[in-house]
């Protein structure tokens, strides 16, 4: 038997980070991976635009007037992963490249999650960090962040 090789921490976050590289966004790649208690990927996910809009059609700018920006537009990572599971999300986990905005909270929340395993939280100091924490903490959802970085072996037990 081997004994180096991946966590599934680092695998988990790997398929978010792979699923991340879909990504068309050219300033933020988000990707999720939801697992269910038997440690099966249940549905994955990245931020993107609704199936039929075309990329090359809509704006991907951060700035100017709102309409003309990429947020009214983009569907978040955790939302495309909880939309294409394939399975009740009861009780499992999502792996989230960038830990979930005030939106994406409370999709997490009604679909059942219980876990989130996040690797950046470079947003934590913004109003919607502080309002997703605040429905986590009330939804009694379980938060870790993990440092994976790039995928490498690692001595596990």
């Known amino acids: 038997m081997r004994d180096v090789y991946i966590s599934w921490d680092q695998y988990f976050m790997g398929v978010a980070k792979l699923s991340a590289l879909r990504s068309k966004d050219p300033n933020t790649q988000v990707g999720a991976c939801i697992i269910n208690q038997d440690k099966r990927i249940v549905g994955i996910g990245y931020n993107g635009l609704p199936r039929g809009c075309a990329d090359d059609v809509f704006p991907w700018k951060s700035e100017g007037e709102y309409i003309d920006t990429k947020y009214p537009y983009v569907v978040h990572a955790e939302a495309n992963a909880i939309l294409n599971a ?15 905005c005030n939106e994406c909270a409370k999709l997490i929340i009604q679909s ?18 502080a309002a997703a924490m605040k429905m986590f903490k009330a939804a009694n959802i379980n938060l870790r962040k993990v440092e994976v970085g790039e995928l490498s072996y690692a001595q596990t037990p």
């Open 112 to 129: 059942g999650i219980k876990e989130i395993v996040f690797e950046s939280d470079k947003y934590k100091d913004s109003e919607h960090f």
């Open 86 to 100: 394939t399975q009740n999300l009861k009780g499992s986990t999502i792996y989230v490249t960038l830990f979930p």
